[in-house]
């Protein structure tokens, strides 16, 4: 039998390549002083990673039938939102992180400084990249997806999430606490991926709703899954350092829920962000297959 890892694998290798391709353009080095400041972005940027995010992003705009190249400009701009959080996040003064996609995290390849400098240049990236006119040629649309975007990275999104995690090391949270932790800074983004195939495709808000729940269902069931990771999974296969929250007393969902609970909630999570899509035929099958494929993931 065939894991749903194993057939979503043709999607995820061709959403890697399209993505470095399209970072290979957007980001050549240029032969002055900045040389290293866009080394750095490209050493973050390209090769390694899910592309978890990309694929969501092209996977609801096929919901409603995008054009491809666009969805991928889309998709471009939430990897580099995703990639300068983690530049930043791996910093001395975050997590300090050596490793990160099986490389050296930027700050060691380079230095803490020309990190930050290509975690600043990646985020003002993604909103360039939103409101050329190659995105959508109607500007309310993009600036729907440029609103949508900030929000979901900032303080009411994944920035948010980030401070509560620091705040984590010194306060202990229950169930509730690390759910709203959880649904800001892992949860709010990839709402956006799913956000940004109905503003895309013009939905009217009214219509939203399905995605909007997969979006919730499929966001806590992906960080179970990566809490369990942390807890179960191999270092070398995460292309980063495990078992650091369990270090740092952090309270995750593994350990206030134990590990056969958490499994059984993700799962239970995942069933419930397929059935959203009751109403949507065999256009919501990459979307069914990403869903079932987050918890099997080995990394």
Known sequence: MVSHSQSLKPALDAIGKAIDQRFDRLIPVP????????????????????????????????LFHVDRERALRVAIAIECIHVYS???????????????????????AFDEATAVLAGDSLHALAFEVLADEATHEDPFARLELITALATASGPAGMAGGQMMDLVAEHELYDIIGVTRLQQLK?????????????????IPDSQRTPLHGYARDLGLAFQIADDLLDVEGSAEKAGKALRKDEAA???????????????????????????????????????????????????
């Open 249 to 299: 007393g952090k309270a995750t969902f593994v350990s206030l829920l134990g590990v056969e609970r958490a499994r059984t909630q993700a799962r239970m999570l995942i069933d419930q962000a397929i059935e959203h899509l009751a109403s949507f035929g065999e256009e919501a099958d990459l979307l069914r297959a990403i869903a079932r494929f987050a918890i099997e993931r080995d990394r």
């Open 86 to 108: 983690l530049i930043h996040d791996d910093l001395p003064c975050m997590d300090d992180d050596d490793m990160r996609r099986g490389k050296p995290t930027v700050h060691k």
């Open 186 to 202: 892992t949860g709010a983004l990839i709402g956006f991926c799913l956000e940004a195939g109905a503003i895309m495709g013009r």
């Open 31 to 62: 032969e002055d002083s900045r040389a290293r400041l866009y080394e750095a972005m490209r050493h973050a940027a390209i090769g390694g990673g899910k592309r978890m995010r990309p694929l969501l992003v092209v996977a609801a705009c096929d």
